[in-house]
């Protein structure tokens, strides 16, 4: 028997990957380190039981090694809590036993028959890395876009080489089949998937840091978190998207862009050549004199040039005296037009306006505790955005020279422990009892007012741990005993927190380059989308805003949170979309600078210029 209960919390898993990487420095699951088909990962055994619950696969002999192959470390149970809040190692051990229970009842375990479209596979990666068996198939058939529906492929394949792609490639070609390539999670809007062949690129994982040219070499396989973390050993930064992403999976789909953009750019400004394999299997760099022109821009969905194998991306300097620093506004147009001025005078590294949402969400353990916090910030301290920046001691003395009062480390570090204080009863009192016209954040940010922000919120490792499950209380007071935990820069750079806006729900991000210039077009589309949503009653709210391009551009993201496993949901995001795709065609077809991330997928590698300003 399955229960509900256990199977409802593997339907949630969001595929969002943090499971394959150690971004807590805690280590990953040990078969899958060593296996690397996403069934060995905790988001693969997620799918397993689900599937199960559902009938939709056997018990088969593959699948009772992979069950066997987890040793309930628990690992998966911090590591997914920390940015989903939920806790897979019950779907862990549900699994173990439902699997221990069949065969105690004498039941055998499915062989899955190989056949000569496998063999042949095999012979070109290996034969421990190709696979037909449905307990592998299954982690490859699904994501959480809620329009997509699960789709089997027949084949997975990793290879381990830039040459066995190029012969998967050929081979499929050579007898018709399908075939798609897959980076790390998959993609969260249904593309990824193949009635024929997957081509996971987890086993090619290798990183060549060039010191004296600040670049890497970086293999498809390679997240945004190994690749950082890398990187950072030499001094060196590297301009990446979530970490669990693959670099050269990014760049190909949507370019990367993140907060660093507003200093280091986007698409074709983040790299420096990249290696293919095209759909015919031949090799180029994109570099060569007769590669495909993958730097110009098509407005039309178009396909990927070929399968990146190898990526030689840009990476930059660091120096030793860069710190975190927020701007809380009460408006948006004010906060957009601070944004705008910082850019237009290079001020700082890394950019962006938060909102509310984000803000709380982002320094919160739980979802209850940002709820509270959220609210806290908006209606009690008045900061509805926030400017969020990264730089050095001349980008923040030129900043506090703008704009006081300012949430600097030393403060974001004693929010962050004191968080759990800022739902009690004597903050409130506290922030309410003072008067005045304007919000109340400019008085109690003011540097007087910390030993008295320090006595009340009481912050500490032992503080902020207290918003999580007694359980997990001693691992979360260690966790932020780690100074890396509550740095404004590390945490930006490295993104481990970005997964929690996905607590809740699965996001549907819309991601918009938007004229910075014009106010009344970007108030326009976060209305609109709005609107839209409301009234299909769509949980909604502004993401963020990052501006590019010395203040003339910006990347505009505008959320949509949905229970990815409830139908009526899912035909409330099928409603909006009638809606809000001709809106935003229309709105990017008649003005300058407003463009679709939808478009630009798959042609990451093109330059911004070709897509912003033609």
């Not at 039981?49 to 911090?78: F, R």
């Not at 394999?277 to 730097?295: Q, Y």
């Not at 996905?502 to 326009?524: C, G, Q, T, W």
């Amino acid at each position: 028997m399955f229960s509900e209960k256990i199977r409802k919390t593997a339907a949630q898993c969001r595929h969002y990957a943090m499971c394959k990487i150690d971004y807590l420095d805690t280590g990953i699951c040990s078969s899958g380190k060593e296996n690397h088909f996403v069934s060995h990962f905790p988001q693969g055994r997620m799918d397993i039981y689900d599937a199960l619950a559902k009938d939709l696969i056997p018990i088969t002999q593959g699948l009772v090694e992979i069950v066997n192959s987890c040793d309930l470390c628990a690992v998966c149970d911090t590591q997914c809590h920390f940015v989903t809040g939920m806790r897979p190692v019950q779907v862990m051990k549900a699994l173990k036993e439902h699997v221990q229970d069949f065969i105690s009842s004498g039941k055998k375990p499915v062989n899955v028959e190989s056949d000569e479209i496998l063999e042949n596979l095999r012979m070109i990666v290996g034969s421990r890395w190709a696979e037909n068996d449905p307990a592998i198939l299954v982690a490859y058939a699904n994501d959480p876009f809620p329009l997509a529906e699960l789709r089997m492929p027949g084949y997975v394949a990793l290879p381990g080489s830039r040459d066995e792609v190029s012969e998967l490639v050929r081979f499929a070609g050579s007898r018709k089949i399908p075939y798609v390539v897959r980076g790390n999670g998959g993609s969260v809007f249904g593309f990824v998937f193949s009635d024929g062949l997957v081509i996971d690129m987890n086993r090619m994982k290798k990183i060549e840091i060039d010191t004296e040219n600040w670049t890497a070499l970086v293999e498809p396989g390679v997240t945004s978190f190994e690749l950082q973390r890398e990187a950072v050993k030499y001094g060196l930064r590297a301009n990446t998207a979530e970490p669990a992403a693959t670099v050269c999976g990014n760049i190909v789909c949507t370019g990367l862009f993140s907060t660093w953009a507003a200093t280091y750019g986007v698409n074709s400004d983040s790299f420096v050549d990249m290696e293919f394999v095209d759909h015919e299997g031949e090799i180029f760099r994109l570099n060569e004199p007769d590669a495909p022109n993958s730097f110009c821009y098509q407005n039309r969905l178009s396909t990927a040039p070929g399968i990146c194998t190898l990526a030689h991306v840009r990476l930059h300097p660091t120096t030793n005296d860069e710190e975190g620093l927020i701007v809380p506004f009460s408006g948006f147009e004010e906060a957009v037009d601070f944004a705008a001025e910082m850019n237009k005078r290079r001020i700082g590294l890394a950019l962006g306006i938060l909102g509310g949402h984000y803000l709380s969400t982002f320094m919160s353990p739980s979802a209850d505790l940002a709820d509270k916090v959220r609210s806290c910030l908006g209606d009690t301290l008045g900061i509805k955005y926030a400017l969020f920046m990264i730089g050095d001691r001349f980008d923040r003395e030129a900043v506090s020279s703008l704009r006081e009062p300012l949430i600097d480390q030393e403060l974001f570090r004693m929010f962050m422990l004191g968080l759990p204080g800022m739902a009690d009863t004597e903050w409130i009192e506290l922030i309410s009892g003072m008067d005045g016209d304007n919000p109340p954040f400019e008085t109690i940010l003011r540097p007087e007012m910390r030993p008295l922000l320090d006595a009340v919120l009481n912050p500490s490792p032992e503080t902020a741990a207290r918003a999580v499950d007694e359980d997990l209380r001693d691992f979360y007071t260690e966790l932020y005993s780690r100074p890396e935990m509550t740095d404004m820069v590390w945490l930006n750079m490295f993104r481990i927190i970005s997964a929690r806006m996905s607590r809740k729900k699965h996001m549907f991000a819309f991601l918009i380059y938007v004229p910075l210039n014009r106010m009344d077009v970007i108030k326009e589309i976060c209305a609109e989308l709005k609107r839209i949503a409301d009234a299909q009653g769509i949980e909604n709210d502004f993401g963020f805003l990052t501006p590019i391009d010395l203040g003339k551009r910006a990347i505009l993201e505008y959320d949509y949170y949905i229970d990815h496993q409830d139908p009526e949901e899912k035909e409330k995001i099928r409603r909006a979309l009638t809606e809000f795709d001709p809106y935003l065609d229309k709105i990017s077809a008649s003005t300058k600078g407003v463009k679709l991330l939808k478009y630009i997928f798959s042609q990451g590698c093109a330059r911004k210029e070709a897509f912003l300003y033609i």
